[in-house]
């Protein structure tokens, strides 16, 4: 840009254009742009960023040039305009504006009517003859100056307002006389004085410096730092600042202003869509004074210009080749554009708009891929509640997982469950979940917790079932024992009425109406182009027959993780399921002592040996009991779990199903509260005593790097022989009938080599002893997570024995940051506060250190095993930008949440476009 | 080596050396380099392991001409002999023995006599005159044949001389006659027929020929295979087979055999140090069937041999340039070597012989250093039980913590210390401990816990502190409330009297008496000459001053890592640390809530305000009292550690002191247990409801995942700043006293680089203000542990900030595995048992996994930083591989408990020798 610090617009030329975005801002760029498309657009120029960077790097100072330049093009735009800057006959009257590359509501706003002072007031007067007008103009100018550029409190200024108003006991602004606008002009003026000690300046040009300046200053006050962090906008030079010769709306009927959407951003309806006022300025359509009309009404009350308008539309969508929020003013008959940008809209007309643009021929298909948002397909894919309802919002939680719930209070999982099955709709409060409730939360309409984090059980169960969850509202006080919680003072009691905002983490009181979105057939055509761009594959993370089904239908190519044990929770099963936990220890404690007994007896000199042979018998007879209960729960879980397995074997036809063998620790399925035990012990046979003393056995203090996953695989063998047996009895099954099926066998949490190898070992014995019994060949591969930090390092190693990774991102970042996701709140709002996480890690991939494993695991892992095939399985797999991330280090597959499918097809595919090509869009 | 398979020697010659380890064997080399050293050896040959390796790789067949070179050797083994294989007039005997380059107890041992049959016994009778001899060589080798070679049982041959020995009513083997023994051959060569179905082999060529086979099968046989994963045996070809003619020592008053030590293998002194028996065979001297005499008796009864053994130690000591343990038989007048290797010996006998040594010319210091097992200095730096004393082992844990302590079992902590007041001996049994023990700990003699690895809690704890430890006794069942435990059948109840073996592991009943070995001058001496060759600094982890003073005694450089926290147990302080962590969240909480309030208010409508300022007020109120009492534990804690860290600065003058700041889960300072929470309601005033909601808030699923390290200083900056001050205050107290101190403050747990920034802003801001007040200037810095894995990815992004690093490699295993080292015991023996794991990763460091990780964070580091101090303060400091590791990777320093700091400076004296030059040894 050489030294070139300001550029012309107006006048059906410019010296910027769209394109030059990152230095003119978006304002800046589309009002050059719109110039250079012949469109009427009010004269001025723009100060480049440039000189914002410029500003920061020299301890705030400028260009020595850029005095003189402003000098310069001010004189151009007297010209143009034929009026002078401070003159006293015709006076140029300007807008100043700050406008960077990216949206920044941080920044220093707008002053209009910037050039008066008492001599231009009157040059005013005389030019309109209309004094009302003029004093309104400048007591405008007098409050936004101080506000915007002096900091002088706004609430000053509407005080002194309220307080004539009242006085003279109107109710509008519109109805203060002259004569009252002068008095506030007086008063205006006084706290002008009062808060800066000095007068109000009244020279054109240094209210113009100080403009300029307060807009450069206001690019690193601390909100709007505060704001580029949130948002995470970097790379940006600074702010452009917009001097605009001001037209006026509000000079006479023959006047008006007004906003409008090029189509209708509600539905995406090919139409103008907006409203006008006539004889009214911009902020007095924002102000909501008095009632705008329709954009439709133009036409009849100023054909001319709504034609004029009609035609700017199809100009300005076929530069931009998207629809666009403009805003227009009408001074005395002349429409003059003031500004035009993309305009925000929602999902469903998202893809409306994108699917007409391509059959209007403006887009091609690539580019209405990238047009739809992913993560606004989530309102398409969840009821919402009715935007026209009233709520009235109690407590503001993390929103876990999208949906409107509704329903009454409830607060634990079996009266949940009880109720659901009356027909009643509740909502299941809890402190926190854990996985007994699972049944409980599969029964409520929604789930409310009072911790946890976007990932706790709570958050992580919900989302893969599609329950609306609320987590981590930490301002409910939840009281089991009275069947109340409290909140902010307010009591809400068990059987009371709350509603559930699952994207907006709000809880509300009472029956809030929901309405279903509807699927467009737009939304089909779309993802079919999605589908044809992407090369990463996309499956579903589904534990039931019904998730699968479901998720098939959202368009997963397969199931990237099926936690066989959260079938365990199912009615009937856990009681086999905590027999067999509780036996196992003792069942293998008793096999080693036998063991052990043998060869000592064999090697023992034949005097010792009677009270030997005695010894082993009698723990042989101790072996009994316990084992046959053992291998009694064992029996009885297999079968279940095989038909779980032909059933999502059947709903997945011809695609690959990736079923992760047992992974929690085996405490999580027991009752820790004595009730629960009490009634265990009475089912089983056992003393209470026995039973807490099995459960307090499996206790560990950091669950999360204890005795789980492929640990318990090896410890106890049989638990994962029962369910190999399960996956692959059910593929011969199911294979046996047609179908074709493609079990990939997961080996949860490896982080040794040997450790996967003899689980391997044991899974090839086992399936062949199966198959050939069967007479069938089922083809399936045996693979792994890779969830440890150990696991990325050595994936070389791994990957020798492993035919597929599939990387759980949820524990990998746990192990990588050294974060339990369910601790998580004790800091994280603390660190997001203080900005040292810009996001929740479980939510968003970490690129930075945890992407550095994935990365590492990737590349060693097909440094040895090229073919291999790798996915994600983690949260994550449903994370935008995450998916991105994978797409990038060349992953095969993402697996998420049913409801997130369409989500990562969309995003896929824009990762492919976006990586293959420069975006070609504006 | 071509296709030369075997090696002769013996007769002043051979065609192999010490050097040819690998493929002769260590037997078989070091006959070879006997033989070369004209020392008289048996003649005989080695057969290569490289026959070996190609017996396994070529489906167990040999190659095709070893049959025909084994017929030449054998031939010339008869020629130098003078006597024939299978000769009925002169028959030649040999022994065939297996030897690998490492010694490995799993493999064939030995075979005596082969060669012998009806024919060739009858010739040995005529030669030697002596029947009795004869018969009994026969069936020895008979008996070892069938064992060895033929795989049946060896109690089968016992048993039948049992029989005899009842039935002809004498005790001994010896006071059998000849036709005893002639006996005892005829039902050998039944069990032998009966076990394998054919007669005894007959010819000596067959029977060489199956003991070869033997030999080599038996490398790869299971114990075999077991004990080189055991010991890490790796790369080694294959075995050697040493066929060499036999000598008898047993012929008579002029034979004898023996063992000896060139120097005392217990106290060092140059002297020949063991045992001879007259007329006697290897076996007899093992059996301790007669009762052997000293080594010293030969001088007086074979003056002759006697001197040319000290002739021969002479040379083999010069050629091998250390102790060696010999093996001799004397045949009828003449001395015959048998076997030479380098002798085990103590640690106290190791130093002194490494010393003279180096006195005697022998070998230089640098040798001298290689020549001491650093994990044998452990031996001397703790007292041992009397190895004279009777001992009963009644279970049996890991070795946590080395050291013998004997007491009166107590279960709880409070006692421990209350008994200790009393000059009682006790040792604490626990479950498992938390850091409310540790008083108790240190008031013990020895800790004894049922549960957790070799770095749980208690071990971790016992090893800082030097106490004997054994962790994880799973046989020990803990019965708090009857105040006693059981172990395998018996019952120890409070006040019984065992005893902790800390280096073994073992429990034993009642007192056994300790002895407290001296540290010799050789340590001293030898140490010294430790440091010179070193490059490794070597630092202690020391939480109180005594360990600081007993650490720099034994040689510390300074302090890596000071637990501040631990300090919090002392009396009296725990009740302010648990007031200030009881109330810091209500504090903090109180304190955003006003901060809120106040923005609120500001921003309010006029109409809001009255009733915004009433809770302001209230909320002010609430916030009084628990602000002044948490500002007071405050208050009260800051002399306190001032104090401490002034004591420790003071006994480190000169050197530098690493603090960490505050960094478990803060529930560990609460108590758990109903009775200890009353109590602390009593004195803090509070209900004991309030105690246990308190308590229960700071609950964590995983804490070690949780909010901990500088999670707790950043959302709890009060408790940081007042460690800050303590340090920054003492050391500016001590330095004012002319005492020169280098305090370096570490922040824990740092994954993030903004968690470091934030803290270290802090830091220097509170540390300038101190210092500026009283006119000290005191050169510290602030650094960070790296202990996360995304520590170790973004190291360079740390290390801009960061002025050090200490690798915190305990939880930097945690995280890579995804092991908690509290829970590990779950799975860690199944583990070890199936080969997954070769050691505890908490001992060893994980050089393949978690060695990656220290490689990436010190490269990194260094990128950014490149003089970056850095440094390991895990457990791992004290082991010497992991020290030769951190040699490796080029860190500055390692730290570890006091009683390791020797064990550290050799191993790092040792690493540097053997990383900068290749070791001379043989």
Redesign the interface.
Known sequence: MGNKYIYSFGNGKAEGSAGMRAFLGGKGANLAEMSNLGLPVPPGFTISADVCKYYYENNQTYPAELSEEVGKYLNRLEETMRAGFGDTKNPLLVSVRSGAAASMPGMMDTVLNLGLNQATLRALINKTGNERFAWDAYRRFISMFSNVVMGISRDKFEHEVENIKKKVRVKNDTELTTKHLQELVEKFKDIYKKNTGENLIDDPRIQLQKAIDAVFASWNNPRAIKYRQLYNIKGLPGTAVNVQAMVFGNMGSHSATGVCFTRNPSTGENALYGEFLINAQGEDVVAGIRTPESISNLQKEMPRIYNEILRYKDILEKRYKDMQDIEFTIQEGKLYMLQTRNGKRTAEAAMKIAVDMVNEGLIDKKMAVLRIDPQQLDQLLHPIFDPKAKKVVIATGLPASPGAATGKVVFNAEEAENLAAKNEKVILVRKETSPEDVAGMHAAQGILTCRGGMTSHAAVVARGMGRCCVVGASDVNVDYKSQRFSVNGKIVKRGDYISLDGSMGEVMMGRVPTIEPKLSGDFAVLMGWADEFRKLAVRTNADTPEDAVKARAFGAQGIGLCRTEHMFFGEHRIDFVRQMILLAPEVKNLKIRIDALQKELENAPKEKKPELKKELAEVKEAFKCPNMLYTKALNKLLPMQRGDFEKIFKAMENLPVTMRLLDPPLHEFLPHEEKSQKEMAKKMGMTLKSVKMAVSRLD????????R?C?LG??YKDIYDMQVRAIIEAACNVKKKGIEVYPEIMIP?V??P??FR?LRDNINALAKTIMDGKGVNVKYSVGTMI????AA??ADEIAKDAEFFSFGTN?LT???????R??IA??LP??IE????ENDPFQSL?Q???G??VEIGVKKGRSTRPDIKIGICGEHGGDPDSIEFCHRVGMNYVSCSPYRVPIARLTAARANIQGTETSSTV
């Open positions: 560990e203090l950091n669950p999360m790097l204890g005795h996953g640990r090896i410890t949490l982080g040794i040997a450790e003899l969830e440890l930090p150990r390092l050595i524990d746990q192990m990588t940051y050294g974060f339990s369910d601790d004790g800091f603390d660190y203080k900005g040292i996480l970490d930075t250190g945890v550095q494993l």
